[in-house]
């Protein structure tokens, strides 16, 4: 299942359509692994996992970034129960600092927060420039007792 979310402006003037792709879906798959396909055997089997319909419960939600046909952006979330993991953010390189991920991220979290979800969690390295991205969308440091950074 798939639709369109938005039609968004870049910083370079360029127009960029947004998509949410609830897994499987087989129109969008051919774009998507691809386009993860640097994530390595351990990712790589739970995107394949959830476009052959093989997770359970467990949802995968790809929300995805395209300048005509040309997919720039992902950002995916696996759900249950209103509990999620955001991860394989990405975009492609030729195509960074034009405002791929904060708009995809706008929408994401939109939906997320629509779709009752509760707790959605992220790891990414601290103070890095994801670091701050994540932090201007409400997310927050969470350490464990006795942890130091």
Same mark, same amino acid.
């Given at each position: 299942?798939? !639709?369109?979310?938005?039609? %968004? #402006?870049?910083?370079?003037?360029? #127009?960029?359509?947004?998509?949410? %792709?609830?897994?499987?879906?087989?129109?969008? =798959?051919?774009?998507?692994?691809? *386009?993860?396909?640097?994530?390595?055997?351990?990712?790589? &089997?739970?995107?394949? +996992?959830?476009?052959?319909?093989?997770?359970?419960?467990?949802? $995968?939600?790809?929300?995805?970034?395209? /300048? &005509?046909?040309?997919?720039?952006? !992902?950002?995916? $979330?696996?759900?249950?129960?209103? $509990?999620?993991?955001? &991860?394989?953010?990405?975009?492609?390189?030729?195509?960074?600092?034009?405002?791929?991920?904060?708009? /995809?991220? #706008?929408?994401?979290? =939109?939906?997320?927060?629509?779709? !009752?979800?509760? %707790?959605?969690?992220?790891? $990414? &390295?601290?103070?890095?420039?994801?670091?701050? /991205?994540? +932090?201007? *969308?409400? *997310?927050?440091?969470?350490? *464990?007792?006795?942890?130091?950074?």
């Amino acid at each position: 299942m798939r !639709n369109v979310m938005a039609s %968004v #402006t870049l910083k370079s003037g360029e #127009t960029m359509q947004i998509e949410h %792709v609830l897994a499987p879906d087989s129109e969008r =798959e051919s774009q998507i692994r691809p *386009f993860l396909g640097h994530k390595g055997p351990h990712f790589g &089997g739970h995107i394949t +996992a959830s476009f052959e319909g093989n997770c359970d419960t467990l949802e $995968t939600h790809y929300y995805i970034g395209l /300048i &005509g046909d040309e997919m720039v952006g !992902n950002i995916m $979330t696996v759900e249950s129960n209103g $509990t999620g993991i955001l &991860g394989h953010v990405h975009t492609l390189e030729s195509h960074r600092r034009k405002g791929i991920c904060s708009h /995809i991220m #706008t929408y994401q979290m =939109e939906d997320f927060r629509a779709r !009752n979800g509760r %707790v959605l969690l992220l790891g $990414t &390295g601290y103070q890095r420039p994801p670091y701050y /991205i994540y +932090a201007s *969308f409400g *997310f927050r440091d969470w350490l *464990f007792p006795g942890t130091a950074i």
